[in-house]
């Protein structure tokens, strides 16, 4: 109907500018105006006879509405429309050839692509020329595309598009038509990538291939489980299924072959994704492939996604904690006893028997505390956690304080500090020198905070998911084990909470709830307050069989050793879904300062025996060396990092990483418009579905991009110029009859 | 002393204990007047006192046998207590408690004495509750019991306690020994008739012997002090013709058992 009256399409109108293409002065259509207005008005009032004021108006403007339409049929109305100049331009057609795009039965998602991209064009296109590439981690020119399968092992749309148009900064792109899912495994588009894209200013029109909904399959989406380990400990896993559907399955956790852990798992909602914890008991020292997986639910075709593997590092190594206890107590004895058969802690203890004497238990030798609490920071640093238990501030001096907090902000360490008559407010710890570092702003000395009575304990909601709080892998029975445990002997007040701090427990005390452990970061370490000098009543009111009392102190001293990081370090990273490994190796001294005097080399050691070696460059930081390695196979790779000094080996630190290239595009497989949407809106492209391409060789041929020529075509002629011009004069026609005045 | 002259001694220890005995009494005869006011304040640590009933031993013949748990009370925890405090770091309550093994509260004193075990009686229930409350951790000091018969009645009701587990000589290396004071030279610990007879020890318990009972950890859980008296020593660090030197060192001894059982 609007191209029948004006000639043309809206879209026409749309993209065209209106200009007069009539030789006419700029000053004419103004001088008729006038002209008309006042030899209409001039007629109507000498012809008025004995016409009404508004009878008069309305003939007038009837009058002058014939007059202007006439006027700009004489003006010869035009639009000018930009379109592809012919034969000089090119599109480039982007197909998604990743993994992904096999998805799909009976048509894969890659011939609904490989549909859609050869519909873009039609005939009537202005003899474009066409550049064909394929998308994958990066984009692929090919002569023209073939219906084979797809095999690229990863998608990343940004660097593909980049690198395309890179190509044709110098050449008249026109346009791009990407077909894709969407399913980005490189992370998505960042703002800073969608700018670069955008900066070229040749449109992206994207095409969405593939499902958003599939009821069918269920996805292992993410394993998140510490990378390194005690041996013996349990680690607890984040597991999270995505899925379309209600369904039930099974996780299973898998240690090379041998079946760790089972869990049924209930996929209760509609949409989304269910979340659940498993524990897993890694008793070995060294690296562990754990390979998780979820059962296949009915129907599901796509089994790839359904498993996950990680690895985890367990440290062969002994972790250190010092104790600082200020007088005799059962709690000291009872912690002691508890954490004795933790092979992998070592708990040297310092305890202030009289004002005279000090007496030091699992020492490593006679020298070791010797002179009372360390003073200097290479002593104290050799700790990964130290514990400070019913001891005045004041015992230690303030140079002792000091390191103490460079002990947590610097090395890293972990502090816990424990209640008592002497502890925490009341032993001024809220006016040391470590005030800072701790979790809670502690009641001043003229407060007596401690409280010698008993009072249960009870998990707060951080502390339900907290692996050092974990009785039983079952959230429900770990609640009740907490429930039915005995009260505690003592708590103390620890004052208001710091904005960071974290509450695990809480005590059920007479004067009502009060926070019971709490914890903070404090710099590059940890900082946690436990206030009770009492739980040694679990070990005392529960049959001796029960492990509770032993379980807690050994999960909360293998919490706090577990953050702290070592003097030499290094981390490999990027081992799965990623092209290459990064490498950073950390050296420092005893006393955690930064080693820059050497040369480092990491060996790198495939499982098969395939090795070679890596010259490490100094990083920005002080002690810190990176490197890069592009592994060309999957698999477990061992890392050894070697510092040298005047040729001479000096310190060794050890890695291993899982490498599995290739997986990550069974992951996120749904089709995901949103990206391709912001996409082709940046760009000032459009995003279009499969089914509905009927718009796109239009917006192929007018593109704003590339080279191009204005078209004119005119629109004085339209039919609705003559249909008013009929309008107007017939209703000053049937007027005059009608009033028979004028 | 020479094995000799010590036998010669035994009739008039005898007839000086017998009269020692009518003039003060084992065991206080009715519940005793508390000589100062209890202070009802805990403490990280609190003097508890085993009581247990007594043996067909210590329920025949005279006196008050029937309650000798109660011997030395409350001058001996008293004073020890008082000693606690001033000699170490401990946090000490100023008042004991008596609890027998089926209080349920004992498990909230992780250390515990008995006196006069020559004369106690743990039947099944009650040995059972102490081996329990020893495995969990606790510790049992153990005192005032002399000669072969006393030792055979405690043994009878220990090995309720502990079937299989052996009572050894601690070895003069032990921790116990040596946690706050070196104890290298020990010597036998009489009670206060020592002021009286001149002789260090009762019955036929001429040598002391300090004994154990260990977990499988190597943890001393009991220690028995057989042939002497540390009790008596503590209650009467106040009398004059007490020698100062045994009762510095029966409070030595209790410390280090203490500061034992709260690191060990």
């Given at each position: 109907m609007f191209e029948a009256l004006f000639k043309y399409s809206r879209a026409d109108y749309a993209r065209s500018e209106l200009v007069f293409s009539g030789?006419?002065?700029?000053w004419m259509p103004y001088v008729l105006a006038i002209a008309a207005i006042i030899g209409i008005t001039t007629l109507l009032y000498y012809r008025r006879g004995n016409a009404r004021w508004y009878q008069l108006a309305a003939i007038g403007s009837l009058q002058l509405g014939m007059v202007a339409l006439v006027v700009w049929v004489l003006l010869q109305p035009t639009l000018a429309t930009d379109r592809l100049r012919e034969g000089e331009n090119t599109i480039a057609l982007v197909l998604d050839s990743s993994a992904s795009m096999s998805y799909g039965a009976p048509e894969s998602r890659f011939q609904n692509a490989l549909q859609s991209l050869s519909g873009a064009?039609?005939?009537?296109?202005?003899n474009l020329s066409v550049r064909h590439y394929e998308l994958g981690t990066s984009a692929r020119s090919v002569e023209s595309f073939v219906a084979s399968a797809p095999t690229a092992e990863g998608t990343s749309v940004a660097t593909s598009l980049t690198g395309i148009l890179e190509e044709a900064?110098?050449?008249?792109?026109?346009a791009v038509v990407l077909s894709s899912d969407g399913a980005d495994t490189s992370g998505g588009i960042s703002s800073d990538e969608m700018a670069e894209i955008a900066a070229f200013g040749v449109p992206v029109h994207t095409i969405g291939v593939g499902r958003e909904v599939i009821p069918e399959d269920i996805e292992l989406a993410d394993v998140t489980i510490p990378d390194k380990a005690l041996p013996g400990s349990t680690v607890s896993a984040r597991v999270t299924v995505l899925h379309d559907a209600p369904a039930s399955t099974n996780v299973k956790v898998y240690d090379g072959d041998e079946l760790l852990q089972l869990i049924p798992l209930e996929l209760a909602s509609e949409a989304g994704t269910t979340t659940a914890w498993i524990d897993v008991e890694l008793a070995e020292a060294g690296p562990h492939q754990l390979n998780f997986s979820v059962d296949a639910v009915s129907g599901e075709s796509e089994f790839r996604n359904n498993t996950r593997s990680t690895l985890v590092n367990v440290a062969n190594q002994e972790y250190r904690i010092l104790y600082f206890e200020g007088e005799p107590r059962w709690e000291y004895k009872f912690m002691r006893r508890a954490v004795g058969g933790d092979e992998d802690i070592s708990l040297a203890t310092l305890l202030r028997v009289s004002p005279n004497k000090f007496y030091r238990q699992g020492i490593a030798n006679p020298e070791q505390l010797q002179d009372g609490f360390p003073a200097s920071r290479d002593e104290l640093f050799a700790y990964d956690a130290l514990i400070i238990g019913s001891v005045e501030a004041a015992s230690l001096s303030g140079e002792q304080q000091e390191i103490i907090r460079d002990f947590v902000s610097e090395r890293g360490g972990s502090l816990l500090m424990l209640a008592g008559p002497n502890g925490l407010g009341n032993g001024g710890w809220g006016q040391s020198l470590i005030a800072d570092v701790l979790p809670a702003r502690l009641p001043p000395t003229?407060?007596?905070?401690?409280?010698r009575k008993k009072a249960g304990v009870s998990l707060t909601s951080q502390g339900v998911s907290n692996q050092m709080l974990r009785f039983d892998s079952d959230t429900d029975l770990n609640n009740q084990a907490w429930r039915e445990l005995p009260e505690i002997a003592d708590y103390q007040l620890t004052g208001n909470l710091k904005p960071a701090a974290v509450t695990l427990l809480n005590a059920e005390t007479d004067v009502g709830q009060i926070p019971l452990l709490i914890g903070q970061p404090f710099g590059n370490g940890n900082a946690y307050i436990l206030a009770t000098g009492g739980t040694w009543r679990w070990q005392m009111s529960l049959p001796v069989e029960d492990q509770k009392h032993e379980t807690f102190w050994r999960q909360l001293l293998r919490a706090l050793v577990a953050t702290a990081p070592e003097n030499v370090s290094l981390v490999a990273d990027g081992g799965s879904d990623s092209g290459t490994i990064a490498l950073r190796a950390e050296f420092r001294d005893e006393a955690f300062r930064p080693v820059d005097d050497i040369g480092v080399t990491t060996i790198a050691s495939h499982e098969n025996g395939e090795s070679f070696s890596v010259l490490m460059q100094p990083g920005d930081e002080p002690g810190v060396f990176s490197g890069e390695i592009e592994p060309t196979i999957s698999g477990t790779w061992f890392f050894e990092a070697v510092a040298e000094r005047n040729g001479e080996p000096v310190a060794v630190s050890r890695s291993s990483i899982l490498h599995d290239s290739?997986?990550?595009?069974?992951?996120?497989?749904?089709?995901?418009?949103g990206l391709l949407q912001r996409l082709s809106e940046a760009t000032g492209g459009r995003y279009f579905e499969t089914d509905d391409l009927s718009a796109l060789p239009d917006l192929l041929r007018y593109s704003s991009s590339g080279i191009t020529e204005t078209e004119y075509r005119s629109v004085w002629d339209a039919p609705i110029v003559f249909l008013l011009l009929l309008m107007l004069k017939a209703g000053e026609w049937l007027l005059r009859r009608r009033w028979s005045s004028i | 002393m020479p094995r000799k002259a010590r036998k010669a001694y035994i009739p008039l220890a005898v007839i000086l204990s017998l009269a020692m005995a009518a003039a003060f009494g084992q065991a206080p005869a009715e519940a005793p007047v508390v000589k100062r006011p209890v202070r009802e304040a805990p403490g990280e640590f609190q003097f508890v006192r085993l009581a247990y009933s007594a043996n067909s031993y210590g329920r025949g013949g005279w006196g008050r046998r029937d309650q000798m748990w109660r011997t030395d009370w409350p001058d001996a925890e008293h004073h020890f207590s008082r000693g606690v405090d001033r000699l170490t770091r401990i946090e000490v309550a100023e008042s004991g408690r008596i609890l027998t093994p089926l209080d349920d509260e004992i498990y909230d004193y992780p250390w515990i004495y008995a006196v006069e075990v020559g004369y106690w009686y743990l039947n099944d229930q009650e040995a059972g509750r102490i081996r329990d409350y020893l495995l969990r951790g606790g510790f049992l000091m153990v005192d005032d019991f002399h000669g072969t018969w006393e030792w055979a009645a405690f043994v009878e009701s220990m090995e309720r306690v502990f079937p299989d587990r052996p009572i050894v000589d601690i070895p003069e290396g032990d921790e116990a020994f040596h946690v706050h004071y070196d104890l290298d030279h020990k010597i036998q610990i009489p009670s206060r008739m020592f002021t009286y007879s001149g002789v260090t020890w009762e019955k036929d318990g001429y040598t002391p012997h300090w004994r154990g009972i260990y977990d499988d950890d190597g943890r001393l859980m009991v220690a028995i002090n057989f042939n002497m008296d540390i009790g008596d020593a503590w209650e009467h660090a106040d009398w004059p013709d007490y020698p100062e030197n045994m009762t510095a060192l029966a409070y030595r001894f209790g410390i280090n058992y203490l500061i034992y059982a709260m690191t060990h």
């Open positions: 030789d006419w002065p700029v064009l039609q005939d009537d296109a202005p900064r110098f050449s008249p792109l026109a003229s407060i007596d905070s401690f409280h290739g997986q990550s595009e069974f992951y996120g497989f749904r089709k995901n418009p | -």
